[in-house]
């Protein structure tokens, strides 16, 4: 292994610590807790090894996103390939996008609550985003009815379901409810 191609490992190493500690002391303390200072001193390098790697916070919680996107993505496609029916696939989908919500709240909130500074629903979207769609549109497409464009119908179906997680974890929605929700969402919206 060549100098170059080590310090590159290194590198990447580093940038992988540096989200993971993020992600860790998001989930552990909240987003407002994650400051390059408190990383440094957790990672034991200095602040302008964190700043070589990402511009600041917000860099830094767009990494965490595109991390959990792919990780959505893949508890979604787990989640649904062993359905044996459309309604089956339609209510697996529902429930592991529920659950990784609960499960990750500070990495649900890098995806979809604070500004990590990337694109959505544009040519220029990072590609775990466009995946973590995609994840959602295979399981939902035939679940659209017709004359009813696969892509708008998922983007309302994941609408509800994120309105669902958001509303539960502030404690607008009792949790213990959230079965029967499923079965609404997916009797009223899905055409199965």
Do not use: C
Request: charged letters at 25%; hydrophobic letters at 45%.
């Amino acid at each position: 292994m060549s100098v170059q191609e080590r310090k590159q490992r290194e590198r990447a190493e580093r940038e992988r610590l540096i989200v993971a500690t993020a992600r860790e002391l998001a989930e552990q303390q909240g987003w407002d807790a994650v400051t390059t200072r408190r990383l440094a001193e957790r990672i034991e390098y200095s602040q302008p090894v964190l700043y070589s790697h990402f511009r600041g916070k917000r860099e830094i919680i767009g990494a965490v996103a595109l991390e959990g996107a792919t990780e959505m993505a893949a508890a979604v496609r787990a989640a649904t390939s062993a359905a044996t029916s459309p309604r089956e696939r339609v209510t697996a989908l529902a429930r592991a996008y529920l659950d990784f919500a609960a499960r990750n709240p500070a990495v649900y909130d890098a995806l979809f609550q604070l500004d990590g500074g990337l694109a959505f629903a544009q040519e220029s979207t990072p590609e775990p985003l466009k995946d973590a769609f995609a994840a959602l549109l295979e399981n939902l497409s035939e679940a659209a009815g017709d004359g009813v464009h696969p892509g708008m119908f998922t983007e309302v179906f994941w609408a509800a379901l994120h309105g669902l997680a958001t509303l539960t974890r502030a404690g607008r929605l009792p949790p213990e409810e959230a079965e029967p929700r499923v079965d609404l969402l997916v009797d009223r919206l899905a055409v199965l």
